[in-house]
C-alpha cells in the first residue's frame, strides 16, 4: 500500500459521501432520525458513528486531534454533519498531503476502548478507517432504501467510471 492508494479510498469515500448527502437531504427529519435496526440505528447515528471513527482513528496516528467521540444528539440534521465532516476531511487530506510512504510502516499507539495499550502501522490503521466508512455507507443506502428512497449507488465502480467520465455500465 502507498499513500496514493490510502488518498484514493479517502477520495472515494468522500465521493461517496456526497451522493448519500444529496440522497439524505431529500429525507424528512423524522426519517433521518427514524431507528431503522441496521448500522447504528437511524441514518443519523450511522452517520455521525462513521465520521467519529475517521477522526479518531486520524488522531491515533498522529493527525488532528479529537477530543471526544462524537454524539448523535449533538448533530441534529445532516447539515451539522456536513459541517463537521468538511473539517475531518480537510484534517484526513492535509495529514495524508504530508504523509510519505515510509511512514505507513511507523507504529502508531493507541488505547482500546477497555483502556488497554495497543499498536498497529499507520498505514493499515487509516486503510482499516477508511474501509469502516465503507461498510458504514453501505449501510446507509441500505437505509435509505428502506425508508422509501431512491437507491443510491456507492459502489467504487462507479466512483471510476464518474472520475473517468465513461458509464460504468
Not at 21 to 37: R, V
Not at 81 to 107: G, H, M
Amino acid at each position: 500500500m502507498t499513500v496514493d492508494d490510502l488518498r484514493i479510498l479517502y477520495d472515494y469515500g468522500y465521493w461517496a459521501n456526497g451522493r448519500l448527502f444529496e440522497a439524505i437531504s431529500k429525507l424528512s427529519s423524522e426519517q433521518f432520525t427514524q431507528e431503522i435496526g441496521v448500522g447504528h440505528g437511524s441514518i443519523r447515528n450511522t452517520l455521525v458513528h462513521t465520521m467519529s471513527a475517521e477522526w479518531g482513528w486520524l488522531a491515533r496516528c498522529g493527525g488532528e486531534a479529537r477530543t471526544s467521540r462524537l454524539e448523535p444528539n449533538d448533530f441534529p440534521d445532516l447539515d451539522s454533519i456536513r459541517d463537521t465532516w468538511d473539517k475531518v476531511e480537510s484534517y484526513v487530506r492535509e495529514f495524508l498531503s504530508q504523509l510519505r510512504d515510509e511512514d505507513l510502516d511507523r507504529f502508531a499507539v493507541y488505547m482500546n476502548p477497555r483502556g488497554e495499550q495497543r499498536s498497529m502501522p499507520v498505514g493499515e490503521l487509516m486503510q482499516h478507517a477508511a474501509n469502516h466508512g465503507i461498510h458504514h455507507r453501505a449501510q446507509v443506502a441500505i437505509m435509505l432504501r428502506l425508508l422509501g428512497a431512491a437507491a443510491v449507488n456507492v459502489d467504487l465502480l462507479f466512483y471510476y467510471s464518474e472520475k473517468r467520465g465513461v458509464p460504468a455500465w
